[in-house]
């Protein structure tokens, strides 16, 4: 099937997201899209799934302009999408999520599941997935969610499959995995859109490359380019991809965790008799698939968790048992992973966002009264200083960017002595001159004396700032290694292989292939 | 942001469009369509309207007339009880509806903020009538059976008011935060507990008058009641004023206080507070029991100020009143506080509607929900006289500024 | 239909009386509670219609609304005599009536206020309920009669009191061992709905009394008392005899559905007084000594036995009207700890 | 976390602390103490008769007679048995079993009537009576949880229900009345509860107002129009407007005729048949149609819904109508059925132990039946043992449904999870 843009031109009030975008996707191909963050890659999407109606433009499917209500519409004309955020709903079966919208009914009226199962066990067979159709959806690993993504795509006959930054949540192995499957497809004749700010996976698996920036088209470019390349071409700038850190000058362990043992509500350990420790003056990055622990141990370390064991000193001071905001005033900075679940609270302000854990303390509080002028003036000095781009201060905090948004956490958790400082997913959905200025920040605190804990699933990130880095995997620690592992030790790691068989498992790998 | 530019309008323009596409214009039509519309009703039903249809093509405007002097006439009543009486002979029986609607208000408004306070930290508190009820049984009870000095007496009775309210919304607090019980249910439960302990009560000695055994309470000493505010031939007492202070401490609350910041946080993210140190279980104790607490207050405004006395009726429907007041007044308490003033002229002003048009009391109740519908669905009210939405003329730039000056300014 | 003469229909029925303005103000039941409210504004319509004179009604929608539906009534409508209706507006009447010693009052069902302008009207219930009680006993086929009440107040338990007397004495002269379910007049403990408006428990309570035994039920529960008849109405429809006793009016002239079941009503007149209280009034003998409805008065009375006049054995039918001379001559007393005093 | 091992499986540090929660011992041990308190130390030293069976029933069963404190002390051997099992499986890290809490459940309520009984009076009571009342009581909370079930399974937050019950019998009445036929009075019970909600739908859906103040505003409403119309029309002339005709008993031939149960469940009104329709085609649409699907697509994850071509808003209006019809009907029971004639107010607030049901029976149709016959087997027993002249007073057992609930659920039941999306509008983009 191939399909056509035309012209595609959507607004938001003002805002022009998409501005007459040409696009053509030819059957067997995986055509990638590549962009800054709000450059509008998703928006066009959405506009070919039909869940946004174009302002202007037209789609076609074979040479045929077709326009689409809904993604109803999209679907029956053979356009599939794995959305960014998951469209699954947590508390159903795969196999309901997958027939929901394509239910099959038997003669009574009733739900025909068998069919779905079947159907979902012959995909899978077909491509390698491995997805039990009875489970329930939250249960499952994000690498699966994301299958189960696929086969309701690929269940109702898709021509074209949309993934919208796919691999954001899978680990190195599954990528892997996965891009195999979108060549797989291809040679089925379908064809895949691909959106990713990953370079290396784009230059990998496309067939053709289009760049957009601010709603534009750039330009194409071939699999074949360089990503110092493509980066440029995305930003409509040379931007240095590489962070300059000078080397870690570690003073005291002032961080150690023992033995530490965290259990889920459910009775199940979830961090396992973990053990690790950091030093003034140095970062550890944590490094592992998304949902192997490490909301769990950052948690854990905030008194966030309820069923703790083991021992976590700072200082000297046992940790474990105290409360969070005990924990906030002995010094430790912490960026969760979710800023908009856990970080901040949307309809407040950034100003009051900005002294979320601190309301209660002088300079911002005097007795049970809050001093408004002092927590105004904090918020136009941080502004100022990260940069956050927002209306005013008393702009609601859930009405900025997602990149403005980090910043907020970053600035109200970095704009204080610190003892140590424990950030997850740092720089998630960040725009690449931000990054580096946040990557700057948090070298600077480290330069500064502070241990610093990174949590990370981004293996780019991970080794540019780690100094050290401790893979998770299942709640365990694999092993610490130092900060220049290769990439494919910690890919191995990260799927379950210990350090240590990691490290020899890769050598023997290149001996091979020598 | 470079709005001025986008917006080279002249002063006056600008004030006409913002009259017309302003919310003020929406309620200001909002309560005129709910006015329409209960008159309807009320002509359809009136006796006099229902003769003259007998005969409607014979004389059309007999009906028509009748139709116009029911409705208008049941609405001037109700302005004539409620705001101003201008048929009165003297000054103060002209002003005398006003001072009638703010005695209403008072239970409504302290209420009000209860349920309020705990929709701002994100508990829906249907049990202000119970905890009205129990407030003003401990209120009443150290009224008239403590007998204490000028003044102390008072403040004790306030406090035991508060006390018993905060008690009440308290146990639905706890229990949410220990057991994770769904507030809803145990409010609704804990009116029922309520009505019934206050029944029970009722029958005691201790709390019947002596040598009767009516359910009502003794009066409460003079000592304990809220002197009125403006001499003996008003109802309206100091428990006003109570009101507005309980406006004031809970805006400040709210808006300026650590302890506010806590529940606002709570309630509009709870993971967040948690993750800022804040302890989510306990902001729910605390806010159930100043939502208690306040509840009480209209308890105490009841039992120490109009009513003196404690019956089981004493609460009338304030408790579910004050849900919608909250609501309305988007559960700011300045935004309370006039809702309650709005209901607060709907209860007063129907008395004067009813005993002097005989006009169904019921009647001020369709009114006054639809003009709350009416008020919470401007898009409604909008549509349907074709007034432009509010961002038309605007650019959604502008429209962000102005929710960040609206902010700015309720800060 | 032909439209009416202009002016005729206005002036048709004004009357000597027509400057005299009687009010009443409900308590919480409303007018239309087929109880006690409804007594006492049929009596006012009664006056209006007999005596000419106009007439204002206010209903409460709470006990907060006696206070300005009073003063509305009287202050800003003049009213010369305002009717209130039960215990409740005590109070608020009391402080109008201060307030304007001018205007008259009337109270139902309270005795507290001690004023030159206010009329106590009361009702010694209890000896018509003993009647009453008196007839169940002798009529129950089951030995087991029973009441239940809406609210517990002694407005409610007068009647409830009166009737297990009733009952305890037909066991004493006939040395039987009639029960009565639902209340116990000793603890003053009993069945109660716990309001006027569920007439759906009234049923389920009246269900749960017949299968307990009892076939002869007094509600005295204002209109939840439906519920008993369409219980007895349901239960009857399969062979049963069972027998309801209505309370405030004749049932058998109100109640519609059911009526035929109607063993006898324990009537309390209150139109009636009303009406006389307004009469009085409007001819200028207002006074405030109490009226006290007794047997003797008539202002209470049993009502006839109708449909079940077969079901009243004679001899019961006999005593009843020897019980009654002796109540009237105060050879028998019936206490209540709700009786006027 | 597939692989997430379970503590069993491995030796802890002796620092560590696994879960226990005290939460169930506890309670039990409270009630056991209670009951060794009530029925144990406190039992009427009296015979107590149950009666199983109504004297002119098809098949007659021989009364049950329990002797108060014999049954008394067993049970209170038996609760402080459990309770005592329960703490020591806590304190072992156990996991406390089903049949435990229902052995408890099963004694403690058949000492608890057995003592309340026994210290009545007269120490005799109709359980087939009282069961029948319980299901009487229970039917109208049955139809409107089931309106909210509807409702707050496609995401929208059901607090009118009050408001559909009070408007349903309202119409029943009137319409039946004034065609004589009750059948057009059910009709029109069904579309009375189905304009509440058309305008819970309208403003809540389309014009996104809090669902929560639509729902409040509509019972009062609802409430007013009623009180309004009942005033100015029906009591004029109630013969005309308000003497609807009933909807008769219909007795299954056998069926009707088994001990104690039969005349309870099959011996009813159309509406009393239409319940379990109602109860058995929701629970079977709910979860296994594709209407049902969709629906709780809708209810939990509306965007996702969405980008499978479900409509989302058109779903929950339909299901916010439907809910309408369903609330009505139980509505009619007011009138049709329960008595004869429409009152002021007659619902009672009994919507709102409809929400509360609903909510004990976690949005499923047959929780929500059971916590609605809870809730009326509380409110009956309280009705049974007031009448049977127990010490304790009237009004203590008037709360007894209300304790009950409030036990239930900060006991039992805990946290419960509503649909995710219920009570939040979906705008699209
Ligand atoms: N629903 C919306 N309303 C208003 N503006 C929107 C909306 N959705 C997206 N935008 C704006 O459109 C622009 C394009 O957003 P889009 O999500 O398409 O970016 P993207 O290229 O997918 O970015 P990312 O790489 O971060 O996913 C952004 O500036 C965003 O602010
Ligand atoms: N419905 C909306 N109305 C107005 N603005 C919106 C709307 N939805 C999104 N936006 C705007 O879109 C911008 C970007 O949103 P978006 O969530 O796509 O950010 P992002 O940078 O892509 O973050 P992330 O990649 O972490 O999701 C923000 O400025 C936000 O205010
Ligand atoms: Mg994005
Ligand atoms: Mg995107």
Redesign the interface.
């Given at each position: 099937m191939k399909l056509e843009l035309k012209g595609i031109t959507k607004r938001f009030g003002t805002l022009v997201a998409n501005d007459h975008i040409d696009l053509v996707i030819e059957p067997g191909q995986v055509h990638s899209l590549l962009g800054e963050n709000g450059a509008g890659k998703s928006t066009l999407m959405n506009v070919l799934y039909g869940l946004y109606e174009p302002t202007e433009g037209e789609i076609l499917v074979n040479g045929k302009p077709v326009v689409f209500s809904g993604p109803g519409d999209a679907m029956a004309a053979g356009i599939g999408m794995v959305h960014q955020h998951f469209m699954l709903v947590p508390v159903f079966t795969v196999a309901e999520n997958v027939a929901l919208g394509n239910e099959t009914t038997r003669a009574g009226g009733s739900l025909n599941l068998e069919t779905t199962r079947a159907r979902i066990r012959q995909i899978s067979e077909q491509y390698g997935f491995d997805v039990d159709p009875d489970a329930v959806v939250e249960d499952l690993p994000v690498g699966v969610q994301q299958r189960v993504e696929i086969i309701k795509a690929l269940i109702r006959d898709a021509e074209v499959l949309i993934l919208d930054e796919p691999t954001a949540v899978l680990t190195p192995r599954e990528t892997d995995e996965l891009l195999a499957i979108m060549r797989q497809l291809c040679d089925d004749g379908k064809s895949v859109v691909f959106i990713s700010h990953k370079l290396r996976e784009v230059k990998a698996v496309s067939d053709v490359i289009t760049v957009i920036r601010r709603g534009k088209v750039v330009g194409d470019a071939p699999p074949s380019a360089s990503t110092t390349e493509l980066a440029s071409m995305m930003v409509g700038r040379s931007v240095s991809l590489n962070l300059q850190k000078e080397p870690a000058q570690p003073g005291a362990a002032t961080f150690q965790v023992r033995d530490l043992v965290v259990l889920s509500d459910t009775g199940q350990a979830v961090v396992d008799h973990i053990s690790f420790e950091i030093a003034k003056g140095e970062i550890l990055a944590v490094a592992g698939v998304q949902g192997n622990g490490q909301t769990e141990l950052t948690e854990a370390i905030m008194g966030l968790q309820e069923h703790v064991a083991g021992s976590i000193t700072l200082d000297g001071e046992e940790l474990v048992g105290k409360r969070v905001s005990q924990i906030i005033d002995a010094g430790v900075g912490f960026v969760p992973e979710d800023r908009n679940v856990d970080g901040l609270v949307g309809t407040f302000t950034v100003a009051e966002n900005l002294v979320l854990n601190r309301y209660n303390k002088a300079p911002f509080a005097k007795g049970l009264s809050m001093r408004p002028a002092t927590v105004a003036k904090n918020a136009a000095e941080k502004i100022d200083e990260f940069d956050i781009r927002t209306q005013s201060a008393e702009a609601a905090a859930g009405t900025l960017s997602g990149g403005n948004q980090q910043k907020v956490v970053m600035a109200r958790e970095l704009s204080r002595p610190l003892s140590l400082f424990i950030a997850s997913q740092p720089t998630r959905g960040v725009d690449v001159g931000s990054i580096e200025f946040l990557h700057k920040r948090i070298v600077a605190e480290r330069d500064g004396g502070t241990p610093v804990m990174i949590v990370s699933t981004e293996l780019d990130e991970v080794l540019e700032l780690a100094d050290r880095i401790a893979v998770l995997y299942s709640g365990r620690v694999m092993g610490i290694v130092p900060g220049n592992t290769s990439r494919d030790v910690l890919g191995l790691m990260m799927a379950g292989m210990s350090a240590k068989d990691a490290l020899s498992h890769q050598s023997e790998n290149e001996g091979g292939a020598q | 942001?470079p709005e001025t530019e986008l917006h080279p309008e002249t002063g006056s323009e600008s004030v006409l469009r913002r009259i017309v596409t302003g919310n003020a214009l929406v309620s200001v039509l909002s309560v005129l369509m709910a006015l329409i519309v209960g008159g309807l009703?009320i002509a359809l039903?009136d006796e006099e309207v229902a003769e003259s249809a007998?005969?409607f093509f014979?004389?059309p405007g007999?009906m028509l007339g009748a139709a116009w002097s029911a409705a208008s006439g049941a609405y001037i009543a109700l302005f004539q009880?409620s705001v101003f009486?201008f048929e009165a002979d003297t000054f103060s029986?002209m002003i005398y509806p006003l001072t009638?609607t703010l005695t209403?208000a008072t239970p409504l408004i302290c209420a009000g903020l209860g349920v309020a306070l705990a929709f701002r930290a994100g508990l829906?508190n249907?049990g202000a009538q119970g905890q009205i009820l129990i407030g003003a049984t401990l209120a009443a009870w150290v009224g008239f059976s403590w007998h204490l000095p000028v003044g102390l007496h008072l403040l004790i009775v306030i406090l035991a008011g508060a006390l018993g309210g905060a008690l009440w919304g308290g146990i639905a607090g706890l229990?949410k935060a220990?057991?994770?019980?769904?507030e809803?249910?145990?409010t609704?439960?804990?009116n029922?507990?309520a009505i019934?302990?206050v029944?029970?009560l009722l029958?005691t000695p201790g709390f019947q008058?002596p040598?009767?055994?009516?359910?009502?309470s003794p009066?409460l000493d003079s000592t304990a009641m809220f002197p009125p505010l403006f001499g003996s031939g008003f109802?309206l007492h100091w428990g006003f004023i109570m009101a507005i202070a309980a406006t004031v401490f809970i805006w400040?609350l709210l808006n300026?206080?650590?302890?506010g910041?806590?529940l606002?946080?709570v309630g509009?993210?709870p993971?967040?507070?948690?993750?800022?140190?804040?302890?989510t279980t306990k902001g729910y104790v605390i806010v159930m029991l100043i939502a208690g607490a306040l509840a009480g207050l209209a308890g105490v405004a009841?039992v120490s100020g109009?009513?003196?006395?404690l019956?089981?009726?004493?609460a009338?429907?304030?408790g579910?009143d004050a849900?919608?007041v909250a609501?309305?007044g988007r559960s700011s308490p300045w935004g309370t506080f006039a809702a309650g003033l709005l209901f607060g002229a709907f209860?007063?002003g129907g008395?004067?509607m009813?005993?002097?048009t005989?006009t169904?009391?019921?009647?001020?109740?369709?009114v006054?929900?639809?003009i709350?519908?009416f008020i919470?669905?401007p898009?409604?009210v909008r549509s349907l006289f074709r007034i432009p939405p509010p961002g038309a003329f605007k650019?959604?730039?502008k429209r962000?500024?102005k929710?960040?000056?609206a902010?700015?300014g309720a800060? | 239909g032909a439209a009416p003469e202009e002016d005729s229909a206005s002036s048709g029925e004004a009357s000597a009386n027509g400057d005299f303005l009687a009010c009443m103000v409900s308590d919480s039941g409303g007018f239309d509670d087929r109880s006690f409210n409804q007594s006492g504004y049929e009596g006012l319509k009664a006056a209006e219609t007999d005596l000419g004179i106009e007439i204002k009604t206010a209903e409460s929608q709470s006990e907060t609304d006696f206070g300005p539906n009073l003063d509305s009534m009287v202050v800003q409508n003049g009213c010369n005599i305002t009717v209130t209706v039960g215990f409740l507006l005590a109070d608020a009447t009391k402080e109008v009536a201060e307030a304007n010693p001018d205007s008259h009052f009337a109270i139902i069902d309270d005795n507290s206020i001690e004023a030159d302008n206010v009329k106590p009207i009361i009702y010694d219930t209890a000896q018509a309920a003993f009647l009453a009680g008196y007839v169940a006993a002798g009529t129950s086929e089951t030995g087991k009669v029973a009441t239940y009440g809406g609210i517990n107040i002694p407005t409610v338990t007068i009647f409830m009191d009166g009737f297990a007397d009733g009952v305890a004495y037909y066991n004493e002269e006939n040395g039987t061992d009639v029960e009565v379910l639902g209340w116990n007049k000793a603890d003053q403990t009993g069945s109660f709905i716990g309001n006027f408006t569920d007439t759906g428990a009234g049923k389920t309570t009246t269900e749960n009394f017949i299968n307990e035994g009892a076939d002869i039920i007094m509600p005295v529960a204002g209109p939840v008392g439906t519920g008993t008849l369409d219980a007895v109405v349901e239960a009857n429809a399969g062979g049963a005899t069972n027998k309801v006793v209505w309370v405030d009016s004749d049932g058998y002239e109100t109640a519609g559905t059911g009526k035929e079941y109607i063993l006898t009503s324990v009537m309390k007149l209150m139109g009636e007084a009303v009406e006389e209280v307004i009469t009085q009034d409007v001819e200028g003998n207002f006074d405030a000594s109490p009226y006290i409805g007794t047997l003797e008065n008539g202002g209470v009375t049993l009502a006839p036995y109708h449909d079940q006049e077969d079901a009243v054995p004679a001899d019961v039918k006999s005593a009843v009207d020897e019980i009654k001379a002796k109540i009237i001559s105060g050879e028998i007393t019936v206490e209540s700890a709700a009786s006027p005093k | 976390m597939s692989t997430a091992t379970t503590l069993a499986s491995k030796g802890q540090p002796a620092d560590v602390k696994p879960i226990r929660s005290w939460k169930t011992p506890v309670i039990l041990g409270v009630l056991a103490i209670l009951g060794f308190i009530m029925f144990g130390l406190g039992s009427p030293a009296s015979e107590v008769t149950f009666r199983l069976t109504d004297a002119n029933a098809a098949i007659q069963l021989p009364d049950i007679v329990v002797s108060a404190p014999v049954l008394g002390w067993i049970a209170t051997v038996v609760l402080l048995a459990s309770a005592a099992y329960a703490f020591v499986l806590v304190s072992r890290y156990q996991h406390i079993p089903g049949w435990l809490i229902a052995v408890f459940a099963v004694f403690f309520i058949a000492a608890f009537l057995t003592w309340a009984v026994g210290s009545a009076r007269s120490p005799s009571v109709a359980l087939y009576g009282l069961l029948a009342g319980s299901f009487t009581l229970a039917f109208p909370l049955i139809f409107g949880s089931l309106s909210g079930v509807l409702c707050e399974r496609s995401g929208v937050v059901n607090i009118a229900i009050e408001g559909q019950l009070l408007f349903g019998a309202f119409a029943a009445a009137v319409a039946g009345s004034l065609s004589g036929n009750a059948f057009v009075g059910l009709f029109a019970a069904a579309i009375a509860g189905v304009l509440v909600s058309l305008v819970l739908a309208v403003f809540s859906i389309k014009y996104i107002v809090n669902q929560v103040i639509v729902g409040v505003v509509l019972n009062v409403l609802v409430s007013g129009l009623t009180g309004f119309l009942f005033s100015t029309v029906l009591s004029a002339d109630s013969a005309k407007w308000n003497s609807p005709p009933r909807l008769d008993k219909i007795a299954i031939p056998l069926l009707s005729d088994i001990p104690i149960l039969g005349p309870i469940l099959f011996d009813q009104s159309v509406i009393g048949y239409l319940m379990y329709i109602a109860v058995a085609a929701i629970y079977f649409g709910l979860f296994h149609t594709k209407w049902g699907l969709r629906t709780r697509a809708v209810g939990e994850h509306p965007k996702a819904a969405d980008t499978v071509g479900i409509n989302v808003n058109r779903m929950r209006f339909w299901n916010v109508l439907l809910a309408g019809a369903v609330a009505g009907v139980g509505g009619a029971f007011f009138t049709l059925v329960s008595v004869s004639s429409f009152n002021r107010d007659m619902t009672s607030g009994q919507g709102y132990i409809a929400l509360a049901a609903l909510i004990l029976g976690r949005w499923n149709p047959i929780g929500a039946l059971f916590a609605a016959l809870l809730f009326g087997f509380a409110s009956n027993l309280q009705s049974v043992l007031s009448l049977l002249g127990t010490p304790v007073p009237n009004q203590f057992l008037a709360m007894l449904p209300y304790v009950v609930t409030i036990f239930a659920v900060a006991g039992v039941v805990g946290k419960s999870r509503a649909p995710a999306a219920s009570g939040i509008p979906y705008i699209k983009s």
């Open positions: - | 942001m009703l039903t007998g005969y014979s004389r007999d009880g009486n029986r009638q209403v829906f249907i229990l220990r057991t994770g019980a769904h809803v249910i145990v609704i439960m804990l029922y507990i019934q302990l029944l029970f029958t008058r040598g009767s055994t009516n359910p009502i009066q109802r400040w300026r206080s650590t302890v910041f806590e606002r946080a509009a993210n993971a967040a507070a948690r993750n800022a140190g804040i302890n009841q109009t009513e003196k006395v019956t089981s009726g004493v009338a429907s304030f579910f849900i919608t609501l309305l209860r007063a008395v004067t009813q005993t002097s005989g169904n009391i019921d009647i001020v109740l369709v006054q929900s639809l709350v519908l919470a669905a898009p409604l650019t959604s730039g962000m500024s929710k960040a000056d902010a700015q800060a | - | -």
